[in-house]
Every structure is written in structure tokens, then in C-alpha cells.
């Protein structure tokens, strides 16, 4: 059965799905991204998908192990869905699917949405139950021979994912079948790295949704955890871990490295514009760091990041200093910049090496410039811009210590002892306020003993 990524699409006809079968193809989306695929496959052919005549994908098994494969992200980027154990093959009139009967009753939708879309036939083999399925693959072999453009080429130019090793019975049987039949292979993972770098409205929508969760996450449950289990497992005082933590903050060698990444960090960010070369990006990031602290070259990292979307790492999309590949408005990138192996003066040789890192999802925009998702790489206190809700926030903690004072005057009869109580209470108050913010702060940071 297809792996459900995406529960909430809609069938087309806008009536919900039978309780028996969740699943229901974005027809919509099927229509455009196909329309995608076919445009870019023809106007890239020779330089991207090696001038191929058809592109043979194979979907291997659901694993356990938590995978990134090309395979699977055409699956989800198509028709929404990962479906394990299916078989691709796009040709110039004629799509072929190879896959179970429940698989086949979920694509069978798809025909007409493909014919309407650019004209091509939709072919749904199914394979039965304990067959191997090579008769039905030799009829999808008969099919690329006799749609394929002679050309320059004496065989059929079959485009696939080389770096995806056949698993299961069913897949090895289709590689095998695949390197012996009269067809010559091309690896085309580029191609599909390029076509999906940029994203459509949908997919940046969706990766803004997962900036602001992953940092809602992070703000409200993860760090509150970490925090309470430091004090549980160390078994310190609030004083003493602030007073720790502004030791760490505070060191002159750790404030430098981290003013000089912040620094290249922005600079890199800064240099993802629409029509710049992606190696720009990271050269951006050296130059900073050549100038301001030569002596940090060596530890900064090989790569500021990568592109990111239904792939944690996308390949092609590294940026670093050899890639040339021209940045286009829509792509998405995880900048992620770093100084490693730093040493500071210290006599714990636990704390004595350390690492930073700086991280931020950037989107290139339309208007040659970018966009920043959820970005805290300065320290609150050298950060003026503040959001409604923080201020409201604030206003909000101020109006609760004014009240939490006047209980306590209350409480203590007035006169001027109670006042000396005040003082002692609102001081206690603002070094506990001062000291959390110290703790926050260190997180923006990001300063990682090794």
C-alpha cells in the first residue's frame, strides 16, 4: 500500500474518500507537477538527463531505517504518496506503472488527469501475487523500443537512479532484467535534483509550516526539557548554572569566533540571489572570515549548507566552493556554516575543544533577494526589533511582578523593613530575569563542547 505522507488532500471530485481507502490523489497538483517533469526533461535533455529516451524509476521495499532516495521523493513530489515496491517508466507518449493491484486501484485516477495534462497514455501493469513480473516487465521493454527517437543513438537511451541499489526479489529482478536488455543506462539524479530545487507555492508554504513548528518545538517543549533535566542530572543551582553559562558566553576566543561566523553567516545569506552562482555563496563566507580572522580559515567548514525539501541533503545543491550551478528563485536552502575544532584556555580538557555552528532556512526570492525563515543567530540583547508578542509578553511578566510585589508588601505589614524587603525581593527578581536570559542567549550561540 502507498505510504501516506499527506492525509489532508482532497479528492478532486470534492467528496471525501470512502472509509475503506484514506488516500486520495491531489489531481491537481498530479496535473502541474507532471506538466513540471516533462518541460524540464525536454529542455534539459542532453545536459541534465542524459539525453535519454525514457526514465525507468524503481521505488524500493518500506524500511524501517529512515531513507532519502529520489525514488521516493518523485513518489511523494508526483502523486503525494511514497508507493513502496513500484515500477516508473516515463516514456513520450506513454506512462507505465508496475505495481500490486491495491497500488494500481490508487493510480487508475491519474489516467485522464495525464491525458489532459500533455497528452500522454497512462499503463498500469499489475503484478499478481507470487509472480515475478517478468513478462509484464518485457512488455514495458517492447514499449521504450518502440517509442524511442533513434537519434545519434543505435539503442535507447534508458534514464535512472544509479545510486540506488535494488531491494527485494521483486526490484532485483527488474535490475537485472534492465542491464541486460539492449538499452544503454544514463544516470539522470541530477536531472531530478534540478527539477526539484525549485519549489512551487505549495512546497514553500509547506516549508515555512515546518520552520515555524520545528521552532515552536524547540522553543516550548524541547528546550524547557533540556533545561530541567541539566538541573536534575548536575544537581546545581540556578545561580551557579547562570553563573557557568556567562562564563561560556563571556570568554574573549568564543566571542570572536562567533562574531566572525555571525558575520559570514549573513554574508552567505546575503549572497543567495537569483542569477548568482551557488559556489558565490560560500566564497561569500570565506572572505569574511579571511578578513576579519585569517587565523580561523582553517577550521571554518567545507560547505555553508545545502538545499533542502523533500530531501534533508539535496543532491547537487551543496554549497560549496566548486559547485557553479546558477541559483533560481524558489530553491530552498539549509545555510549552515560552522568554525570546528576550536580550542580555548581552559583546565577541563573535556571543555578545552569546542565547536560553532549557525544554521538558518533560506528561501531565494523572485526579487533577487531571499528570505529568512525563523532566523535567531544574533543575541537578544544586541537584537532591537522586537515582535508585538514579545512585547506583549513582556508587558504581560511586568504586570505579574508588580503584582507578585504588592502581595508581598501586604504580606509584610509596610514600614521600612518591608521596604528593604522589596529591594531585596526585586533584586533576587532581576538577576533570576537576567540570568535566564543569559541562558537563552547561550542557545543562540550554539557553542558545542566536543
Given at each position: 500500500?502507498?505510504?501516506?505522507?499527506?492525509?489532508?488532500?482532497?479528492?478532486?471530485?470534492?467528496?471525501?474518500?470512502?472509509?475503506?481507502?484514506?488516500?486520495?490523489?491531489n489531481?491537481?497538483?498530479?496535473?502541474?507537477?507532471?506538466?513540471?517533469l516533462?518541460?524540464?526533461?525536454n529542455?534539459?535533455?542532453?545536459?541534465?538527463?542524459?539525453?535519454?529516451?525514457?526514465?525507468?524509476i524503481?521505488?524500493?521495499p518500506?524500511?524501517?531505517?529512515?531513507?532519502?532516495l529520489?525514488?521516493?521523493?518523485l513518489?511523494?513530489?508526483?502523486?503525494?504518496?511514497?508507493?513502496?515496491?513500484?515500477?516508473?517508466v516515463?516514456?513520450?507518449k506513454?506512462?507505465?506503472?508496475?505495481?500490486?493491484?491495491?497500488?494500481a486501484?490508487?493510480?487508475?485516477?491519474?489516467?485522464?488527469?495525464?491525458?489532459?495534462?500533455?497528452?500522454?497514455?497512462?499503463?498500469?501493469?499489475?503484478k499478481?501475487?507470487?509472480?515475478?513480473?517478468t513478462?509484464?516487465?518485457?512488455?514495458?521493454f517492447?514499449?521504450?523500443?518502440?517509442?524511442?527517437s533513434?537519434?545519434?543513438?543505435?539503442?535507447?537511451?534508458?534514464?535512472?537512479?544509479?545510486?540506488?541499489?535494488?531491494?527485494?526479489?521483486?526490484?532485483?529482478?527488474?535490475d537485472?532484467?534492465?542491464?541486460?536488455?539492449?538499452?544503454?543506462?544514463?544516470?539522470?539524479?541530477?536531472?531530478?535534483?534540478?527539477?526539484?530545487?525549485?519549489?512551487?507555492?505549495?512546497?514553500?508554504?509547506n516549508?515555512?509550516?515546518?520552520a515555524?513548528?520545528?521552532?515552536?518545538?524547540m522553543?516550548?517543549?524541547?528546550?524547557?526539557?533540556?533545561?530541567?533535566?541539566?538541573?536534575?542530572?548536575?544537581?546545581v543551582?540556578?545561580?551557579?548554572?547562570?553563573?557557568?553559562?556567562?562564563?561560556?558566553?563571556?570568554?574573549?576566543?568564543?566571542?570572536?569566533?562567533?562574531?566572525?561566523?555571525?558575520?559570514?553567516?549573513?554574508?552567505?545569506?546575503?549572497?543567495?540571489?537569483?542569477?548568482?552562482?551557488?559556489?558565490?555563496?560560500y566564497?561569500?563566507a570565506?572572505?569574511?572570515?579571511?578578513?576579519?580572522?585569517?587565523?580561523?580559515?582553517?577550521?571554518?567548514?567545507?560547505?555553508?549548507?545545502?538545499?533542502?525539501?523533500?530531501?534533508?541533503?539535496?543532491?547537487?545543491?551543496?554549497?560549496?566552493?566548486?559547485?557553479d550551478?546558477?541559483?533560481?528563485?524558489?530553491?530552498?536552502?539549509?545555510?549552515?556554516?560552522?568554525f570546528?575544532?576550536?580550542?580555548?584556555e581552559?583546565?577541563?580538557?573535556?571543555?578545552?575543544?569546542?565547536?560553532v555552528?549557525?544554521?538558518?532556512?533560506?528561501?531565494?526570492?523572485?526579487?533577487?533577494?531571499?528570505?529568512?525563515?525563523?532566523?535567531?543567530?544574533?543575541?537578544?540583547?544586541?537584537?532591537?526589533?522586537?515582535?508585538?508578542?514579545?512585547?506583549?509578553?513582556?508587558?504581560?511578566?511586568?504586570?505579574?511582578?508588580?503584582?507578585?510585589?504588592?502581595?508581598?508588601?501586604?504580606?509584610?505589614?509596610?514600614?521600612?523593613?518591608?521596604?528593604?524587603?522589596?529591594?531585596?525581593?526585586?533584586?533576587?527578581?532581576?538577576?533570576?530575569?537576567?540570568?535566564?536570559?543569559?541562558?537563552?542567549e547561550?542557545?543562540?550561540?550554539?557553542?558545542?563542547?566536543?
Amino acid at each position: 500500500m502507498a505510504d501516506n505522507r499527506n492525509r489532508n488532500v482532497k479528492p478532486a471530485n470534492g467528496k471525501p474518500a470512502a472509509a475503506a481507502n484514506p488516500y486520495a490523489i491531489n489531481l491537481d497538483n498530479f496535473s502541474k507537477r507532471l506538466k513540471m517533469l516533462y518541460s524540464h526533461w525536454n529542455k534539459h535533455n542532453t545536459d541534465l538527463w542524459g539525453s535519454s529516451s525514457a526514465l525507468a524509476i524503481a521505488t524500493p521495499p518500506v524500511s524501517e531505517d529512515l531513507r532519502y532516495l529520489k525514488s521516493s521523493a518523485l513518489n511523494i513530489w508526483l502523486v503525494g504518496y511514497e508507493f513502496p515496491e513500484t515500477i516508473m517508466v516515463f516514456l513520450k507518449k506513454q506512462i507505465h506503472f508496475l505495481c500490486s493491484q491495491k497500488k494500481a486501484s490508487l493510480l487508475d485516477v491519474v489516467k485522464k488527469s495525464a491525458r489532459e495534462a500533455i497528452d500522454v497514455e497512462v499503463v498500469i501493469h499489475v503484478k499478481a501475487k507470487g509472480d515475478d513480473g517478468t513478462g509484464l516487465m518485457d512488455t514495458i521493454f517492447r514499449a521504450i523500443h518502440s517509442q524511442a527517437s533513434s537519434g545519434d543513438h543505435n539503442v535507447p537511451i534508458v534514464g535512472h537512479i544509479s545510486r540506488e541499489a535494488p531491494e527485494g526479489k521483486f526490484l532485483e529482478t527488474w535490475d537485472e532484467k534492465l542491464k541486460s536488455a539492449k538499452f544503454e543506462l544514463s544516470d539522470v539524479t541530477t536531472g531530478f535534483s534540478d527539477l526539484f530545487a525549485v519549489k512551487d507555492e505549495t512546497e514553500l508554504t509547506n516549508v515555512k509550516k515546518a520552520a515555524f513548528l520545528t521552532s515552536s518545538v524547540m522553543r516550548q517543549f524541547v528546550v524547557p526539557k533540556l533545561e530541567k533535566a541539566i538541573d536534575e542530572e548536575r544537581k546545581v543551582s540556578h545561580s551557579t548554572l547562570m553563573d557557568d553559562t556567562e562564563k561560556t558566553i563571556l570568554e574573549p576566543g568564543r566571542i570572536k569566533a562567533y562574531e566572525v561566523l555571525l558575520k559570514a553567516h549573513e554574508a552567505a545569506i546575503g549572497a543567495l540571489k537569483s542569477g548568482n552562482k551557488v559556489n558565490s555563496v560560500y566564497q561569500a563566507a570565506v572572505s569574511v572570515v579571511e578578513k576579519e580572522a585569517p587565523e580561523l580559515a582553517a577550521n571554518l567548514t567545507k560547505t555553508a549548507g545545502t538545499g533542502i525539501g523533500l530531501e534533508f541533503r539535496e543532491t547537487g545543491l551543496s554549497l560549496n566552493a566548486k559547485n557553479d550551478r546558477i541559483l533560481k528563485p524558489g530553491m530552498v536552502f539549509n545555510v549552515s556554516l560552522g568554525f570546528q575544532n576550536l580550542q580555548t584556555e581552559t583546565n577541563n580538557p573535556k571543555t578545552r575543544k569546542y565547536s560553532v555552528l549557525l544554521a538558518d532556512t533560506v528561501i531565494v526570492a523572485e526579487d533577487n533577494g531571499n528570505e529568512t525563515l525563523f532566523s535567531k543567530t544574533t543575541l537578544r540583547s544586541d537584537n532591537h526589533e522586537m515582535s508585538k508578542e514579545e512585547l506583549r509578553r513582556q508587558h504581560q511578566a511586568e504586570l505579574a511582578r508588580q503584582k507578585n510585589e504588592e502581595t508581598a508588601r501586604r504580606l509584610a505589614g509596610g514600614g521600612a523593613n518591608a521596604a528593604d524587603n522589596r529591594g531585596a525581593v526585586k533584586t533576587v527578581v532581576r538577576n533570576k530575569r537576567a540570568a535566564a536570559s543569559a541562558l537563552r542567549e547561550t542557545e543562540s550561540c550554539k557553542v558545542f563542547a566536543q
